[in-house]
């Protein structure tokens, strides 16, 4: 019986033995499937990693091999000679050279207003009229007064000539004669005390009667008839501001002082013109009137004043103003436009057009800038040609082909002559092609009788859109910017 137990045992741990030999073999079989299963993941990984990698490749350099091939359509323009005025701006705020509030000098009700609001007085025209029945009153009294202690005056200088004459016969003491004399001078003191009285009461009744003391523009009236009006009143009874001519009133940094100056101590008239808040419309033109004798040390700045005859009323009291203050004239400069101006990693560069159609960059020193035209001090010569419009695509060495703009309208107040663009060459001279009004590659093509308007020039830039570059002789203060500023100004701050 115990042997066929063990035998029992046995067969059983066999069987056990062939099912944990079985089970190991299909684990084996598993790790084998799942390690051929990663191989193979990761190099269908590896071929689709260096197909992105060429398709990147390709990508990025097919472009730049192409733009080296084509030629890419651009608007250039020929530095041509011409005067740059260089110009400081700021804000100013329009004063009048006179302004003054009108009041009563007495106190009184107020009979008459004889002007209406708004107008035009000159000097010395009647306003209003002060109740004068009172000051008529007092001046009769003080004129009966005064003709009482005349008469008292006159009496006794006669007593004294007569006295006088007895004191030389004998016939009356001395001190009577001392007496009287220092009565005549007692009488001659209160005459003068009675006629200064009189003259103060027909002051008192001028004065009821109110006339303009400047000429200028009325404002609104500050009190109306049957009023009783007083010398305290704060308000008076009417403005009147001088408006022609009138001031602006500016302040600049004291970095500027040295150049204005230099110029106003040789007698020069700077010329000066004022613009309104966007910088773009001109209101007046006028001259520098003066310089004023203190630096404010807290801000560091100077006012200036300047005048403008305001022949239309334009410039009104209290009214902000962009100045533009012209101090000299950079003559027979090298002027392009400001659309041909890049920053980038080499510096301030313009792209400068050779003889064989193709672009090189070349670095420039900016100078003064007016209006859509920029001076350049190093770097150009007269009659290089520079992309003005099209080069956001070029680079060094790219070929390109001209295709006409539309001309500026000359400008007749402006000194400077607008930098002229290049016409379109004709076909079969080097570089050109066929498409003169062509596009990027690939896209259609207009047809090429219809010309292009490819002068993308930029909009002037409002005073708050300026940018601060670090052009010298262009100047933005205050917060603010006239016409003539681009992107090359300096801040004078």
């Not at 003068?192 to 400047?214: E, F, M, S, W």
């Not at 670090?470 to 016409?483: A, D, E, F, K, L």
Request: with cysteine; aromatic share 4%; hydrophobic share 35%.
């Amino acid at each position: 019986m115990t042997q066929i137990i063990e035998k029992i045992r046995a067969a059983l741990r066999r069987l056990e033995l062939n099912r944990r030999l079985a089970q190991l073999e299909h684990e084996r079989q598993e790790l084998w499937r799942r390690y051929h299963l990663t191989n193979r993941k990761v190099g269908i990984g590896a071929v689709v990693g260096v197909l992105l990698v060429g398709l990147f490749i390709w990508w990025h350099h097919t472009p730049a091999q192409t733009a080296r091939t084509a030629a890419l359509p651009v608007v250039a323009a020929t530095a041509a000679k011409g005067n740059i005025d260089i110009t400081y701006t700021a804000l100013g705020t329009v004063t009048p050279l006179a302004s003054v509030t009108v009041r009563t000098q007495i106190a009184g009700q107020l009979m008459q207003v004889a002007f209406k609001e708004g107008d035009v007085v000159k000097q010395g025209d009647f306003l209003a009229e002060i109740d004068p029945r009172p000051y008529q009153a007092a001046l009769d009294q003080a004129q009966g007064q005064l003709a009482r202690d005349e008469a008292l005056l006159k009496s006794a200088q006669i007593d004294f000539v007569r006295y006088r004459t007895l004191a030389a016969q004998d016939s009356i003491a001395k001190q009577t004669v001392d007496d009287q004399e220092y009565l005549v001078h007692q009488y001659e003191g209160t005459v003068k005390l009675d006629q200064g009285n009189v003259d103060n009461a027909r002051l008192n009744l001028a004065y009821c009667h109110i006339t303009a003391p400047v000429a200028g523009l009325l404002g609104l009236r500050q009190v109306d008839p049957g009023n009783y009006v007083q010398t305290s009143d704060v308000n008076g009874i009417v403005l009147i501001n001088q408006m022609q001519p009138i001031s602006v009133l500016f302040a600049l940094p004291e970095d500027d002082l040295p150049s204005i100056l230099a110029r106003t101590h040789t007698g020069a008239v700077l010329p000066s013109a004022a613009f309104d808040r966007t910088g773009v419309t001109k209101i007046a033109d006028g001259n520098l009137a003066t310089v004023d004798n203190t630096i404010n040390v807290t801000t560091g700045t100077f006012q200036l004043r300047a005048s403008f005859p305001n022949t239309n009323n334009m410039l009104y009291p209290n009214q902000f103003v962009n100045v533009q203050l012209t101090v000299d004239t950079l003559r027979d400069a090298v002027v392009i436009p400001s659309a041909a101006i890049q920053r980038g990693a080499p510096g301030t560069f313009v792209y400068v057009v050779k003889p064989d159609n193709t672009v090189a960059i070349q670095v420039v020193t900016l100078g003064p800038a007016q209006g859509e035209h920029q001076a350049i001090s190093k770097g150009l010569n007269l009659g290089d040609k520079v992309v003005v419009d099209g080069a956001d695509k070029l680079r060094a060495g790219s070929t390109v082909v001209l295709r006409s703009a539309t001309p500026e309208t000359p400008n007749p107040d402006d000194n400077t002559p607008p930098a002229a663009a290049e016409d379109q060459p004709q076909p079969g001279q080097p570089g050109s092609v066929e498409q003169p009004n062509s596009g990027p590659p690939g896209t259609a093509q207009p047809n090429s009788d219809q010309p292009a308007n490819a002068n993308q020039t930029p909009a002037p830039l409002t005073p708050d859109q300026q940018p601060v570059g670090s052009q010298p002789g262009q100047h933005r203060h205050n917060g603010g910017n006239g016409p003539g500023n681009n992107g090359s100004g300096t801040n004078g701050q």
